[in-house]
Every structure is written in structure tokens, then in C-alpha cells.
């Protein structure tokens, strides 16, 4: 099977999805979707199961589902915890960072005085890897138009 350009220069387009889906439209469903995907492609790699937890802790938190948010960033960060700040072109360590500020929240919170969900963002440094996610967002609002659909 050949790979596309987006493989050959390192980036799955699965990956390049998931961090549209985590910064943009703020999906955090699909985000587990298409990482889910790459994650069993990759040979179950620990770093992508990571943040795929994070975007699933996320998903929890925004359903009222605070046990499983602390239970999945818990587990996020067990598994990101000793890859360099800058794996992935993202910024790995501010998003460790907010992972675990986001956990201590929620494990501070209660049911009288919840904490209210917020979103995060991965940072992205890698400015190729930028302009991918830029393309893909392009590519998905033009669809969107074609289809009629209001963004």
C-alpha cells in the first residue's frame, strides 16, 4: 500500500484529524474515533493512547461524567508522562501540564461545587503539521458548503 505525502513526511492523516477534531470543531468523540484508529495501526502505542485519553477525559468532563474524566486523565498522564515535551510536533509538556492542573481541579471539585468543564488545546509546533490541520479545516468547511451545511 503506498503511503500518502502526509506519511512520508511523518504525520498520519489520522493524527492530523485528531488534532482538528481536539482544537477546532472541539469533538472529542471523533477525536477518539480516528486515534482509536491509529493507535491499533501503530502497534498500540502508549504515547497515542495518551492522548487519546485526554480528549476522552475531556469528553466525560462535558457529560457531566466527572469520575471517568479523572479516571481517564489519570491514565493519560501515566502514559505521556516520559515522552519529550516536543513528541509529535506539539507541545507535549504544556499539555501535560494542563492535563494534570485540569485533574487536580476535578479532584479537588465536588457534587455541591463542581468544576466546570473547559476545553483545551494542543499546541501545535511543527509548523507543517499546521498547515496540515489548517488544510484539513479548508477542506471540511468548503465540504460543508458543498453539502448545504451551516458551521
Known sequence: MKKSE???KGYSPLYVQFLYHFNYDRDYFECHEVLEELW???GRDPLYQ???QVAVALYHHRNENENGARKLFRG?????THYPGDALGIDLEKLK???AVYLEKLEGSSSTTPYPFRDLNIVIKDSYLQSLVEE???KLEEKQMEDGEIK
Open 6 to 8: 502526509n506519511e512520508n
Open 40 to 42: 491499533l495501526e501503530e
Open 50 to 52: 495518551g492522548l487519546l
Open 76 to 80: 493519560a498522564l501515566e502514559k505521556i
Open 97 to 99: 501540564h494542563e492535563a
Open 136 to 138: 484539513m479545516e479548508r
